[in-house]
């Protein structure tokens, strides 16, 4: 067991460019989260996979970011047109789930190392 | 909508000694998971103890333990013979209709 790892640690990019970040989860969890954290604060909750299914969207903080997970393994968090406020460390989780249920299905999380997003 | 409040945004505690970091959340749900977690400077965030809110029985990884106060939504973590490794962000954690942190302690252990 690796853990769970993020792609890249760190991104430095230009405000309007498009950033795709990866996450690999434990290799034996069925779901995958993605959180946004900026300094000082906690996660903020942005989306979830249970395998391949994308059961919560409504949170990603606009149309600008979008979140795949196409073979249920790994998964890419993408945001198009970068502006200076999305600066902040995304954070990936996963974790092994028994049933659909958001809540009451799902075993601990474990977090990956982040990816710390700079736009400039 | 759920919301998690921890009300220290710092603290600090000497070596050896005991610390209680406190968590109040508000949710009308009755069966949903606590938990505490701790990010080190720099470093990614781990789980420190879980509570299931239809367990009375308080959890407990040793030298962390909690004090789950259902009725009043409270969810106290009590950490005993501090160590210089403790000093992190920790951070209360409430899932149940969804995922929600709080803002976080950021706890130094004194020398």
């Known amino acids: 067991d690796t853990g769970v790892s993020q792609d890249p640690r760190h991104k430095i990019t230009k405000r309007g460019q498009n950033v795709t970040f990866r996450c690999d989860p434990i290799?034996?969890?069925?779901?995958l989260y993605w959180y946004r954290q900026t300094l000082g604060q906690g996660p903020e909750f942005l989306t979830y996979f249970q395998n391949e299914a994308q059961l919560e969207k409504s949170r990603l903080l606009s149309d600008r970011f979008s979140a795949e997970r196409p073979k249920g393994s790994f998964s890419t968090l993408e945001i198009q047109r970068t502006e200076q406020g999305d600066s902040a460390m995304y954070l990936c989780?996963?974790?092994?789930?028994?049933?659909?249920?958001?809540?009451?299905?799902?075993?601990?999380?474990?977090f990956g190392p982040g990816t710390r997003l700079t736009v400039l | 909508a759920q919301t998690v409040t921890q009300s220290q945004p710092e603290m600090s505690v000497q070596e050896a000694e005991t610390v209680t970091l406190s968590c109040t959340y508000d949710t009308s749900e009755n069966n949903y998971y606590l938990f505490w977690y701790k990010q080190p400077p720099s470093r990614q965030m781990i789980l420190v103890i879980r509570q299931e809110a239809y367990k009375q029985q308080n959890a407990t990884e040793n030298r962390f333990s909690v004090n789950f106060q259902k009725a009043a939504k409270s969810f106290s973590l009590k950490i005993s013979d501090s160590q210089l490794g403790d000093t992190a962000m920790y951070f209360c954690?409430?899932?149940?209709?969804?995922?929600?942190f709080g803002a976080g302690t950021r706890l130094t252990v004194k020398p």
């Open positions: 954690a409430f899932l149940g209709g969804d995922m929600r």
């Open positions: 290799s034996e969890h069925n779901r």
């Open positions: 989780a996963s974790s092994l789930a028994w049933s659909t249920s958001f809540s009451l299905s799902t075993d601990t999380q474990y």
